[in-house]
């Protein structure tokens, strides 16, 4: 099972992050649905061309947040009632603000790694108001 994701390790943001974040994501945006199967840890760190020490530490994070169960003997699975899809408009609208905010980040100089950790701080600050 191929799952489209993408790791780029000059992001300044660390591989399990950015791995954790994207199953988070398909997930949520329903591509990943409860009892879809995830592909081995071997599979998806060579599909990934990262370390299968990673993808089992992030499998074993989503396990905790209880986003993946495990099966012993049989395989990791999409649990059940994990976050509920987000609709394609929302999607859609999202991304084009997420557009506009990348360009507006690149025009002024910032990097991929700043702006993450620019929404990182306002979406805590946000949670405190």
């Not at 071997?42 to 990262?50: E, H, N, T, W, Y």
């Amino acid at each position: 099972m191929n799952i489209n994701m993408e790791i780029d390790a000059d992001s300044g943001i660390p591989v399990y992050i950015q791995l954790g974040e994207q199953i988070r994501v398909l997930i949520r945006n329903g591509a990943l649905t409860a009892g879809d199967p995830m592909p081995t840890t071997r599979s998806l760190a060579v599909q990934l061309g990262i370390n299968v020490n990673t993808v089992a530490r992030v499998y074993r994070d989503l396990q905790a947040s209880g986003h993946l169960r495990l099966k012993r003997g049989v395989g990791t699975f999409v649990a059940e009632g994990v976050d509920r899809p987000v609709a394609k408009k929302d999607v859609a609208r999202l991304s084009q603000q997420v557009d506009k905010i990348i360009r507006i980040s690149r025009e002024a100089g910032i990097t991929c790694a700043e702006l993450t950790r620019f929404i990182t701080t306002r979406w805590k600050e946000d949670d405190h108001v």
